[in-house]
């Protein structure tokens, strides 16, 4: 049972809303520069929401599957952070 449900769901319309207006100030022909600034917001928001998503399975899930032997589990987080950090 994830707890960050809503908190999460709540970041990804605010990136998404976000990215909108990204989308729109290359639409206007706005600097460059100020598109940089506005992407690397974006990309922070996005990592920020990520860490919240694997602090959260591994407070529940892993520690779960810690409990019950599940070394699937505990394979498939080391996957998914290989894929993430690269």
Do not use: P
């Amino acid at each position: 049972h994830h707890t960050e449900t809503k908190r999460v769901l709540n970041r990804l319309s605010r990136i998404t809303g976000h990215v909108e207006a990204v989308k729109r100030m290359i639409e206007d022909g706005r600097d460059c520069s100020d598109v940089l600034v506005q992407l690397a917001a974006v990309h922070s928001a996005v990592a920020s929401v990520s860490r919240v998503i694997l602090k959260d399975h591994i407070d529940h899930c892993i520690v779960d599957a810690i409990r019950e032997h599940d070394a699937d589990a505990v394979e498939n987080l080391k996957k998914a952070i290989n894929t993430f950090v690269k």
